[in-house]
Nanobody
Framework: QVQLVESGGGLVQAGGSLRLSCAAS????????MGWYRQIPGKQRELVAD???????NYADFVKGRFTISRDNAKNTVYLQMNSLKPEDTAVYYC??????????????????WGKGTLVTVSS
């Protein structure tokens, strides 16, 4: 079984910073993509940023220039550094990982996993 555990959420004033972490544990071969999503009450979950195993990154327009995603493959951990936070960034932030459970000669067996989420609240 694979588990993703997020940490680092909390309450911060507008303009402040937070760093989220998400560590994957369990039995698996490797992790391909890892990412952060967020869900604002009453809205659908949306992509914030993701990072491939080769460190290629992708950001939502609303966080470009403010947030930075990174990963430590040795620790199976992904980070989200959030700077210049705005009240509209208030949301539950979820970690996602595409985990390679096994490989064969013809394909990789990949499952997508989610963390339980961590609340980020930005006050004005």
């Amino acid at each position: 079984q694979v588990q993703l555990v997020e940490s680092g959420g909390g309450l911060v004033q507008a303009g402040g910073s937070l760093r989220l972490s998400c560590a994957a544990s369990g039995t698996f071969r490797s992790i391909s993509a890892m990412g952060w999503y967020r869900q604002i009450p009453g809205k659908q979950r949306e992509l914030v940023a993701d990072i491939k195993s080769g460190s290629d990154t992708n950001y939502a327009d609303f966080v470009k220039g403010r947030f930075t995603i990174s990963r430590d493959n040795a620790k199976n951990t992904v980070y989200l550094q959030m700077n210049s936070l705005k009240p509209e960034d208030t949301a539950v932030y979820y970690c996602n990982a595409d985990v390679v459970l096994a490989t064969s000669a013809v394909k990789d067996y990949v499952n997508s996993y989610w963390g339980k989420g961590t609340l980020v609240t930005v006050s004005s």
